[in-house]
């Protein structure tokens, strides 16, 4: 593409993309193929253990179950252990109006890749089939004491500095619009790859800690969950990073903080090509974050 933030790329011609909730989509419909029963709006307060199986508490009724797997991304688990290993991040996007053939021209962006930059904070964006771009990432916000709401969903300051990370990248585009704007959260854990767990002796089993590489990743972590659920020794249970956890945060108020100065750093990193501070340093030196 043509862009003044980039000296070079590399193209990944093995990789694919897909519209995620045309995924869950069509997940949803194979499953009532198979006569699964979903039933959405019907959130899970509470877990109680019987002899030989799980009563799951909603505010309407209770479920019994002989097996559960759990996957609640980066809302707040029913096992409360897990809040020490997984903090909700939200990441905010902006889609731009359609453009024409001439702004297209400008950019020289004529296919549909999904790009991406090498930043420690990074920006990702494709083309849609209506022609419009999707752009997004940067800032990874969390909110004190794990916060999880609708409303956290709008913010108006991120929306504004990927709004000028836009034009700085594409300057020929300035003026186009933007007409959608939203963001969502993501569960975060300190090495930034899932981890898994098993609670009330094998009953239960749990995937968390995705960081963003769900999409892809959460169908080896389900296969993984069914595993631990059969009580099965395979290639997959065996591996390290399924039977070790991620290094805890630490509780509020010191949560927030330390987040907070990670964002920082990293930030600072990008300002100076690249260069770690001594936190940073720490951290990879620990395995934690990316270089985990």
């Given at each position: 593409?043509?862009?003044?933030s980039y000296l070079a790329a590399v193209h990944e011609p093995g990789c694919a993309m897909l519209n995620p909730a045309r995924l869950a989509w069509g997940l949803k419909k194979a499953c009532l193929q198979l006569g699964?029963?979903?039933f959405e709006g019907t959130p899970?307060?509470?877990?109680?253990?019987?002899?030989e199986s799980l009563i799951l508490k909603t505010p309407?009724?209770?479920v019994e179950a002989r097996r559960v797997a759990l996957a609640t991304n980066a809302f707040p688990?029913?096992?409360k252990h897990l809040n020490?290993?997984?903090v909700p991040v939200y990441d905010y996007v902006l889609m731009t109006e359609p453009l024409s053939k001439s702004q297209r021209d400008s950019i020289g962006w004529h296919g549909r890749e999904g790009l991406a930059d090498d930043g420690n904070q990074f920006h990702y964006y494709h083309i849609t089939p209506e022609g419009r771009i999707l752009f997004g990432g940067y800032d990874a916000i969390y909110y004190r004491n794990n916060g999880v709401a609708p409303h956290l969903e709008n913010r108006p300051a991120s929306f504004g500095l990927l709004a000028e990370h836009f034009f700085q990248t594409f300057p020929t585009l300035t003026g186009l619009r933007f007409t959608h704007a939203w963001g969502g959260v993501i569960d975060t854990c300190s090495r930034y790859t899932a981890f898994w767990g098993k609670a009330y002796g094998g009953?239960?089993?749990y995937a968390m800690g995705y960081t963003g590489l769900g999409v892809g990743a959460s169908r080896f972590g389900a296969a993984v969950m069914l595993d631990l659920l059969d009580g099965k020794k395979t290639e997959r249970t065996e591996l390290q990073m399924v039977k070790s956890k991620p290094f805890p945060f630490p509780p509020e108020p010191f949560r927030s903080p330390i987040i907070n100065f990670t964002r920082w750093s990293l930030d600072q990193a990008d300002r100076n090509q690249g260069k770690r501070n001594l936190w940073l340093k720490t951290l990879d030196a620990l395995g934690l974050g990316f270089d985990s």
């Open positions: 593409v043509h862009s003044p699964v029963k979903i899970v307060t509470a877990l109680e253990e019987k002899r309407h009724g209770q688990p029913l096992l020490l290993f997984v009953k239960l089993t």
